[in-house]
């Protein structure tokens, strides 16, 4: 599945590339960019960085020169404070993490003290077995878990109030589950959760289904269900929770924000190279190559989705006996 948003021309026209700031003349941007990856390279927040920057300078939507900053550490913390004190050349990327951070406890941080500018792009959530497992559907396992919940070893990785793992406490909520009683062995990674899979250590895994995608197409593991909207290219064999009976679709998106206090003309300008880039053949084809669905959101658009996601990640975290 790909969703791609249709910009209407009259839109596109309200802000080019030289959109300047009527309030003090001067023109927008008028430095270097900034993209900050609140961490090292590598992995999901410096992919998404670095995919931003090459699709605004190749389609030539942003002129000024762009620089991914990579600023690790506590969990995306370093890049977020760095981006606070900044103007709207710099934004940073941001994913469920800025939510959850605060709600455990982690983080003083929120959105509401940065700019929301885009929802990027998700990735899906799946449950995952072993080819012999006795479960060959969401249902037979659930029921099991329901049953016993302390037999059944559920892998994730790499700590417990992550996507991977919240999804499956909603899941398990929508059984009538206790997510307190599920039996979580934690892992570093995702890599590390299919190897304890594969081992036999655990009895299923919730993990982003990229990890475990050539796995199932190999026939070395068997893909359960998807929290998806609808099935996904590749693996069209694979029912979605809600084929399933399950009212859940679940995104482990990523996502886009400015500082705090950007003016109307700076996020009007950051609206319309962001959704021109949402649209172009190079931003799709990243999309499609990193096993990312589309999932462009506008800056309102991403401001109201930040607040129903907090709602819902402040259940879950209770639901999960995590709560402050």
């Not at 940073?92 to 929301?116: C, K, W």
């Not at 096993?291 to 996601?309: C, I, R, V």
Request: aromatic share 8%; proline share 4%; charged share 25%.
């Amino acid at each position: 599945m790909k969703k791609w948003l249709l910009i209407a021309g009259a839109t596109l026209a309200l802000a080019g590339c030289g959109n300047s700031n009527a309030e003090d003349g001067a023109d927008f941007p008028n430095k270097n960019v900034e993209i900050v990856a609140p961490a090292s390279p590598g992995g999901g927040w410096d992919l998404t960085a670095r995919s931003v920057q090459k699709a605004l300078q190749d389609n030539e939507l942003v002129t000024e020169n762009i620089n991914v900053q990579n600023k690790p550490g506590g969990g995306g913390e370093v890049g977020w404070k760095y981006l606070e004190k900044q103007d709207a050349h710099t934004l940073a990327v941001n994913s469920s993490l800025l939510i959850t951070n605060n709600l455990l406890g982690t983080s003083e941080l929120t959105h509401e003290d940065f700019t929301p500018l885009a929802i990027l792009s998700t990735e899906w959530l799946s449950i995952a077995v072993a080819p012999d497992s006795p479960y060959s559907n969401l249902e037979e396992l659930m029921n099991a878990i329901k049953e016993d919940p302390k037999s059944i070893k559920i892998g994730v990785g790499p700590a417990l109030g992550n996507n991977d793992h919240l999804s499956l406490v909603q899941l398990a909520g929508e059984y009538g589950i206790d997510a307190k009683d599920l039996n979580f062995l934690v892992y570093e990674g995702g890599g590390d959760v299919v190897t304890a899979l594969l081992g036999g250590h655990v009895d299923f895994v919730t993990t982003s289904m990229s990890e475990v995608k050539e796995q199932h197409l190999a026939g070395k593991l068997k893909i359960l269900g998807i929290s998806s909207e609808e099935r996904v290219e590749d693996l069209e064999d694979v029912p979605t929770y809600q084929e399933q009976g399950v009212d859940m679709v679940f995104p482990h998106w990523r996502g886009i924000m400015g500082p705090p206090n950007m003016t109307e003309e700076e996020i009007a300008y950051w609206d319309e190279q962001l959704a021109a880039m949402a649209e172009t053949e190079l931003w799709q084809e990243i999309v499609e190559n990193n096993d990312w669905d589309s999932y462009y959101m506008n800056s309102e658009e991403t401001s109201a989705f930040l607040k129903e996601q907090t709602e819902m990640y402040e259940s879950l975290v209770e639901d999960a006996g995590m709560g402050q």
